[in-house]
Structures are given as C-alpha cells and as structure tokens.
C-alpha cells in the first residue's frame, strides 16, 4: 500500500503543476483559467493528504493491497499529462483537447487506484472520512463545469457516470409538501435528501448529521426560516455558508440580512436551471 501511495503522491504533484500552467496558457479564457486552477489546487491538496496517507501507514503494520501499479498503466497516465505539457510548450494544444485530455486523466486507472485507497483510508481511520467528501466535490466541480460547455453532452456522461465515493447530505425546510417534494426530485442527484416542514424540525435533523446544503423557505409556522437560520448558525457555526434560501416575498429588509451575511437566496418562482445552478456552486464550494 506503501508504494501505491507514493506513486498517488507523485501523479498529484504533477497534477497540480500542469493543470497550473494550462491555467496559465488560457489565461484570456476566464471561466477555463478558473475551472484549471480550482482543480490544480485541488490536487494540490489530495497531495498532502496522500502524505498524511503515506505518515498513517507507518504506524499500522504492513498492508497488502489488492494492486500493484504496473509500469504500463504508470505510463499511460504520466503520457497523457506530458501530452498536456507539451501541447502547452508547444501551443498547439486546443481547448477542447484539454478538457478531453482531463476528463480521460479522471477516468482512468488514477482515478480508481485514488478511490481505492481513501475508500481503504476512511474504513480505517476517522481523519480521512473529511478528506472523501472533498475528493467528492472536485469531482462535482468538473461535472459543473461540463454541464456549462454546449454541445459537450457525451464528455459530460462520462464524468456523470463516475460511481461517487461519498453522497452529500442535503435538508430541504418548508412547510408546503409539493414544493419539498419537487426540489428534491430535481436535486436527487446530487445526494442524500431529508425533509423537515418547519425551522424546529430542520434543528432535529441537525444533531446527528452535517448538511453540505441546507435549502429554507422563510415564511414557515413553528419557526420561520431566519430564526432557523441564526439558531442553526449559532450551534452549528461551519453551516453558514451552506443555506440557500426561498421565498416569494423578498422584502427590502430580508435583501439587506441576506447581503450583510453574504447569503444566497432565490426569489419564487424559481428557474430550475438558476436553482441547481446556486445548489451546486454551494455542494462543491469548501
């Protein structure tokens, strides 16, 4: 398992300094640059915590894995980043070739092998089961933004199709069945979803589960969607940028709590596309 991490430590190193420099290539293309060095950060990171992988298994005794590295698939993958590299140097490397290039790096061998070992990791210890929600979301980014490339559908199934690794938890809080039920359809994808009809019963749910996103009506009996909000925030303080609020009366007042605590809200009704659109910017965001 040893030498599997190591190799997984140097694929990331040279993950995050290619994808650096492609975002550095397409500077003039500003969503392109942003989605490059979110994801070159993001390898940055799996790279430290395959280092805390590599520390962690020098205080358990040796483990046999159920795979070795072979040089041919080593190859394969170290190739496809040089081919990166080189169409940078070289500036023949187009735009549609590097996302290709990403989304082929994602579905092979390097993916599974990394699944392999943080699903090994977050059985043994409590400390990697943080680090698997976030390999999650840099996935989730790279779906993201395929969804926002027209005429791309079959590299975006490619990536849709990706077995997850960890599910998102998502509350959704208002008092009107129908509209509960709708969101949750519309957001079934994007993971585990719990119902509560009312800011009292969001709270409940609250004790035995972290939400990554946490959608609230704002006029609700029992407790209305603020108050939840602020007593929810006052337990639970990591949540506050995780809610997404709705409402069909946005008051100048609500504009105002909402701006001063940088939240997110959506006016009723609301577009389906503009609702997943802010739903997932808040699952992927860290």
């Known amino acids: 398992m040893k030498n599997i991490v190591n190799w997984l ?8 300094e290619v994808y650096s420099q492609a975002a550095d290539f397409y500077y003039k293309d500003s969503n392109l640059k942003e989605f490059l060095d979110h994801i070159a950060e993001a390898e940055a990171w799996h790279y430290h915590v395959m280092g805390s992988a590599a520390e962690y298994l020098t205080s358990i005794p040796d483990v046999i894995p159920a795979i070795s590295v072979d040089k041919q698939t080593s190859d394969k993958i170290l190739d496809s980043f040089a081919y990166i590299k080189i169409g940078i140097e070289q ?6 070739q590097l996302i ?30 943080y680090p698997v929600t976030r390999i999650q979301a840099h996935i989730k980014e790279i779906e993201y933004f395929l969804e926002k490339i027209e005429g791309r559908p079959e590299v975006l199934h490619k990536i849709k199709i990706l077995p997850p690794i960890w599910v998102e938890n998502i509350l959704i809080v208002d008092d009107e069945p129908m509209i509960t039920q709708l969101i949750q359809a519309l957001l079934n994808r994007s993971g585990n979803i719990d119902i509560a009809d009312n800011g ?8 035995g589960k972290y939400y990554k996103l946490i959608i609230t009506d704002i006029d609700m009996p029992i407790m209305d969607g603020l108050s939840f909000y602020k007593e929810a925030v006052n337990r639970y303080p990591a949540l506050n940028k995780r809610f997404l609020f709705m409402s069909g009366a946005i008051t100048p007042e609500r504009e105002v709590f909402f701006k001063k605590n940088s939240l997110k809200y959506l006016a009723k009704p609301m577009k389906i596309l503009t609702l997943r659109d802010e739903a997932s910017k808040i699952i992927i965001s860290q």
């Open 9 to 16: 430590r140097k694929v990331e190193h040279l993950a995050n």
């Open 91 to 96: 500036r023949t490397l187009h735009r549609n």
């Open 100 to 129: 290709d290039k990403i989304v082929e790096l994602e579905l092979s061998e390097w993916n599974d092998i990394f699944l392999y070992v943080i699903n090994f990791l977050k059985d043994k210890s409590n400390e990697f089961k």
């Open 200 to 207: 009292e019963s969001g709270l409940k749910l609250m004790k």
